[in-house]
């Protein structure tokens, strides 16, 4: 047995996977608000961290602060270029420092790609497979690339269950997905971007054929997020139910 809980954390990302023995982080924003789902012994056996903005890896600095221990930092695996404007060097510099700090007291760090065989999964642990989707390596440092071209894309099965999360893709990295990928999700969709128009790429949407969309945003923080449009999308794509977790708080299943 285990759970999903995608998280009400206003406009950015957090979710957390319990298996039988195991916690598991997809990005971390105000995870302070959720610490009675962290585990008391304050060992998380691996955290994601789908790209370098702070609305997704601000809870790091929590995690920190209170002395929890990471066995595998996970992260996108973007190279930073001067003047870039896709990520502030404040939030470059922030994150750097955090993942450093892991590093020291032991945690495996590892900055992937998609996974080159789907043979067996990117990482097979305590009850969970995590497949990784994306990002292409091509695209990730491309001439025009930003961070949201190299934001991790990947699919946590967990018994019966599965949840492709998408932080914040960009539509160039979605649409490569959608492309040259044979199973992307089928059961739960974690939505790119906080509901915006840049991140609703439809051919991503209509291959992942999800049956549930989680969409975790909050109106009024930035103009048009969530989109109307986009929100049409996936209700449009998504067999069963549109989740907001502005509307419907936060979300969760058991496995």
Not at 72 to 96: K, M, N, Q
Not at 149 to 158: S, T
């Amino acid at each position: 047995m285990g759970k999903l809980h995608c998280l009400d954390v206003g406009c950015g990302d957090a979710s957390v996977i319990v298996s039988a023995t195991s916690t598991f982080l997809v990005d971390c924003h105000n995870i302070e608000r959720y610490e009675n789902l962290l585990p008391t012994s304050k060992k998380i056996r691996g955290v994601f961290i789908t790209h370098q903005h702070r609305d997704h890896y601000s809870g790091l600095d929590f995690l920190r602060r209170k002395g929890y221990s990471i066995g595998c930092l996970i992260h996108s695996p973007y190279h930073r270029r001067y003047g870039d404007a896709s990520v502030t060097l404040e939030e470059w510099t922030e994150f750097a420092s955090d993942r450093d700090y892991f590093e020291s007291k032991g945690a495996a760090i590892r900055a992937p790609y998609r996974q080159v065989s789907f043979a067996g999964a990117y990482w097979d642990i305590d009850g969970v497979k995590f497949w990784m989707l994306g990002p292409e390596a091509s695209i990730t440092s491309s001439g025009t690339r930003e961070l949201h071209d190299a934001c991790l894309i990947f699919r946590a099965d967990h018994g019966q269950r599965k949840c492709t999360f998408t932080g914040d893709a960009s539509d160039n990295n979605l649409n490569w997905v959608a492309r040259n990928t044979t199973r992307i999700c089928d059961d739960i969709l974690h939505a790119s971007h906080h509901g915006s128009m840049n991140g609703a790429d439809l051919d991503f949407i209509k291959a992942c054929k999800p049956q549930f969309t989680v969409i975790s945003t909050e109106s009024g923080v930035h103009e048009n997020v969530p989109d109307a449009a986009a929100l049409k999308r996936y209700e449009n794509n998504t067999s069963q139910l549109v989740y907001r977790t502005d509307v419907d708080g936060t979300v969760e299943w058991t496995f």
